[in-house]
């Protein structure tokens, strides 16, 4: 199999890193408007592997940038900009070529590419949508847990992290650009009677939430993203699911520079003329912030992302909790990757893995709960990144 990955920051260097091991990757190509960690990566790799492996210099804004390194791939992992899916996505339609991407622009830019599932699907090829940690392992650790009970009363996507850094000064384990965007964005939520809505303001619903230990407890918030938009109808609504929400665990120090930036308008991605200068204030702040693989080796602490699925089985009130945990040292140490970057970028190798397999032959559009749950965990375990479930039950209350 031939494959592309289209974007090699930290994630996609995770992800090319672990596609090398496969035995049926023929040919890979690592593609950035920037190939010098590209090149970097590459020389690496051609010392462990017998797979061919070529750097091409690609623009995702441009459609025909992208295509001219498709013809014959097999599978693009998109894990660039999100801002640029609609381009990468077009480039592989006509190219009839497997799209995967991490994330989306927001909720009603998922709608937006879910909506070319007709395009796909006539083209005979597959496009995922948002297949990292979360989204993409949330939203199957979900449909796991669903699959789990009879009926269905609230889908809660949790993620958290209780380490330290060792960076004096404002940095995000992921692309900071999304950090910003989605944390300040009116946080969604879907509700089966209202379908997906908004809160009026960021950082809403505060809440502490038990992560596994060594983690525990944290402070949670209500934040924007994909979860909320698609699991409610995908899977939940057919058991019942009444509620739908998605929470982050960010450190007060966070969330008050947040705060402080969008006071400012320092979040905006208008451009700004500062003494005849174009800027873009989101733009300045990203560039001071460190790329988040470069933290690589400075975080410490455990990282965790999970489904808590709440309703009914055998006539019990059932919870079950599908998680996944790494500590940063332990990745750092065997990988050398930060443990947030890498848990992103196995989860689209693995759906690489069942293409390749025959085990993901459908067509079209589709979030990542709509792939079978079991032989993608079953392989994400193969690949290093475990997982567990824990479930509690309680009898049901009987009216007299």
């Given at each position: 199999?031939?494959?592309?990955?289209?974007g090699?920051?930290g994630?996609?260097?995770?992800?090319?890193?672990?596609?090398?091991k496969?035995?049926?990757l023929?040919k890979?190509?690592l593609?950035?408007?920037s190939?010098g960690?590209?090149?970097e990566?590459?020389?690496?790799?051609?010392?462990?592997?017998?797979?061919?492996?070529?750097v091409k210099?690609?623009?995702?804004?441009?459609?025909l940038?992208v295509?001219a390194?498709?013809?014959d791939?097999?599978?693009?992992l998109?894990?660039?900009?999100?801002?640029?899916?609609f381009?990468?996505m077009?480039?592989?339609l006509n190219t009839?070529?497997?799209y995967?991407?991490t994330?989306?622009?927001g909720?009603?830019?998922l709608?937006?590419?879910?909506a070319?599932?007709?395009?796909?699907?006539?083209a005979g090829?597959?496009?995922i949508m948002?297949?990292?940690?979360d989204?993409?392992?949330?939203?199957?650790a979900a449909?796991y847990a669903?699959?789990?009970?009879?009926?269905v009363?609230?889908i809660l996507?949790?993620?958290?992290?209780?380490?330290?850094v060792?960076y004096?000064g404002f940095c995000?384990?992921f692309?900071?650009?999304?950090a910003?965007q989605?944390c300040?964005?009116?946080?969604?939520?879907?509700?089966?009677?209202?379908?997906e809505q908004y809160l009026?303001t960021p950082f809403a619903?505060?809440e502490?939430?038990e992560?596994p230990?060594?983690?525990g407890?944290?402070?949670?918030y209500?934040?924007?993203?994909e979860?909320?938009t698609t699991?409610?109808e995908?899977i939940?609504?057919?058991?019942g699911c009444k509620?739908?929400?998605f929470k982050?665990a960010l450190?007060?120090?966070?969330?008050n520079?947040?705060?402080v930036l969008?006071?400012l308008?320092?979040d905006s991605?208008?451009?700004?003329?500062?003494k005849?200068v174009?800027?873009?204030?989101?733009?300045?702040?990203?560039t001071t912030?460190?790329?988040?693989?470069?933290l690589?080796?400075?975080?410490?602490g455990?990282?965790?992302?999970?489904?808590?699925?709440?309703?009914k089985?055998n006539?019990k009130r059932?919870e079950?909790?599908?998680?996944?945990?790494?500590?940063h040292d332990?990745?750092?140490?065997k990988t050398e990757?930060?443990a947030?970057i890498?848990q992103?970028?196995?989860?689209?190798v693995?759906?690489?893995d069942?293409?390749?397999?025959g085990?993901?032959?459908?067509?079209g559009?589709?979030?990542?709960e709509l792939i079978?749950?079991i032989?993608?965990l079953?392989?994400l375990?193969?690949?290093g990144?475990?997982?567990?479930?824990i479930?509690k039950t309680?009898?049901?209350l009987?009216?007299?």
């Amino acid at each position: 199999m031939r494959v592309a990955i289209l974007g090699v920051g930290g994630v996609g260097q995770v992800s090319a890193c672990e596609l090398v091991k496969s035995q049926y990757l023929t040919k890979l190509v690592l593609a950035d408007i920037s190939t010098g960690p590209a090149e970097e990566l590459a020389a690496e790799l051609r010392r462990e592997t017998d797979v061919e492996i070529q750097v091409k210099r690609v623009d995702a804004r441009d459609v025909l940038s992208v295509q001219a390194i498709l013809d014959d791939i097999d599978v693009l992992l998109h894990i660039g900009l999100p801002e640029n899916n609609f381009e990468v996505m077009k480039a592989c339609l006509n190219t009839k070529t497997h799209y995967i991407d991490t994330a989306s622009s927001g909720p009603q830019w998922l709608r937006k590419q879910l909506a070319w599932n007709d395009k796909f699907r006539a083209a005979g090829i597959l496009g995922i949508m948002g297949l990292g940690c979360d989204p993409g392992f949330s939203n199957i650790a979900a449909r796991y847990a669903v699959d789990q009970l009879d009926e269905v009363d609230a889908i809660l996507i949790r993620d958290g992290d209780n380490s330290i850094v060792d960076y004096d000064g404002f940095c995000s384990y992921f692309s900071p650009q999304t950090a910003i965007q989605e944390c300040l964005a009116k946080p969604n939520y879907w509700t089966a009677d209202k379908g997906e809505q908004y809160l009026p303001t960021p950082f809403a619903n505060k809440e502490e939430f038990e992560f596994p230990e060594p983690i525990g407890w944290l402070d949670c918030y209500n934040v924007e993203h994909e979860e909320a938009t698609t699991l409610g109808e995908t899977i939940g609504r057919a058991k019942g699911c009444k509620y739908v929400d998605f929470k982050y665990a960010l450190h007060p120090d966070f969330v008050n520079t947040l705060k402080v930036l969008s006071y400012l308008g320092l979040d905006s991605d208008e451009e700004i003329d500062v003494k005849g200068v174009k800027v873009v204030p989101r733009d300045v702040v990203v560039t001071t912030m460190p790329k988040p693989v470069d933290l690589a080796g400075k975080i410490h602490g455990y990282s965790s992302v999970g489904a808590l699925v709440k309703g009914k089985q055998n006539n019990k009130r059932k919870e079950v909790y599908v998680y996944t945990i790494a500590n940063h040292d332990e990745v750092f140490y065997k990988t050398e990757f930060q443990a947030t970057i890498w848990q992103t970028g196995i989860p689209p190798v693995v759906a690489v893995d069942m293409i390749a397999e025959g085990l993901l032959q459908t067509t079209g559009c589709i979030p990542p709960e709509l792939i079978d749950p079991i032989p993608f965990l079953e392989r994400l375990k193969a690949r290093g990144m475990a997982w567990d479930v824990i479930e509690k039950t309680s009898p049901l209350l009987q009216s007299t």
